[in-house]
């Protein structure tokens, strides 16, 4: 079964700083589909960015980008110039493809705080 | 998110009773997912769905129930509510097309 590991439940940055937040993942498969999200209080969650396998360019969005090492089974997450709007649960999630579909499973999630 | 609506989004029950969370969707999407929430933690896949007629359990089932009669509709019912379902659950849906992810608001259970 397939599993995702975030193994920093909290992480501080100061406002206008860059952050990383670490994602591991284990599969068998070759092609799946990897996501960040965002969570804050109020509990919607919000897609920051997303990652297909077979793709061996990092995904950007904005002031977010990714670092996607295939063979080491990892995804983490950079925030570049952090703002205040920033602080939230993110939360790394993993999808299989082909018959696999179905498995979409999310890490425990970094709580991330923004310091003015 | 006004894509997926779960309904209700508030609820405190008392154990040993039963509740059915609605969750619906009218994109037209075959995956559907119900997800819990527990404080301060991840999501926990409870059940989930590939189309009309066909669920499959997750990480966590126990203690739930779903079916999938239509394409929009994936009600996940609760038996014996059991303190330890008090949670946040989440209904989700997949466009295949583009890989999204569509969330609903959540669903706060408590469970006295």
């Known amino acids: 079964a397939q599993t995702v590991t975030q193994s920093q439940p909290e992480m501080s940055v100061q406002e206008a700083e860059t952050v990383t937040l670490s994602c591991t993942y284990d599969?068998?498969?070759?092609?799946?589909?990897l996501f960040w999200y965002k969570q804050p209080p109020s509990r919607q969650m919000i897609l920051v960015i997303r990652?297909?396998?077979?793709?061996?360019q990092n995904a950007t969005e904005n002031r977010f980008s990714v670092n996607f090492q295939k063979a080491a089974k990892s995804f983490s997450l950079k925030i570049s110039d952090s703002q205040l709007g920033d602080a939230a649960m993110y939360f790394c999630?993993?999808?299989?493809?082909?018959?696999?579909?179905?498995?979409?499973?999310f890490g425990k999630g970094t709580k991330l705080s923004v310091k003015p | 998110n006004a894509g997926v609506t779960q309904t209700p989004k508030f609820r405190i029950l008392k154990i040993g009773q039963s509740m059915t969370l609605q969750c619906a969707q009218d994109?037209?999407?075959?995956?559907m997912y119900w997800y819990r929430q527990d404080p301060g933690m991840g999501l926990k896949l409870i059940y989930y769905?590939?189309?009309?007629?066909?669920?499959d359990k997750g990480e966590v089932p126990n203690g739930y129930n779903v079916s999938r009669s239509t394409t929009e509709d994936f009600p996940l019912r609760l038996e014996l509510a059991a303190p330890s379902q008090t949670s946040v659950y989440f209904c989700?849906?997949?466009?295949?097309?583009?890989?999204?992810?569509?969330f609903g608001e959540g669903s706060w259970l408590t469970v006295v």
């Open positions: 599969t068998s498969e070759s092609d799946y589909y």
């Open positions: 994109m037209n999407h075959n995956y």
């Open positions: 989700a849906s997949i466009y295949e097309g583009t890989n999204t992810i569509y």
């Open positions: 990652q297909e396998a077979y793709k061996q």
């Open positions: 999630a993993y999808r299989g493809y082909g018959g696999s579909q179905g498995n979409l499973i």
């Open positions: 769905s590939v189309g009309a007629g066909i669920t």
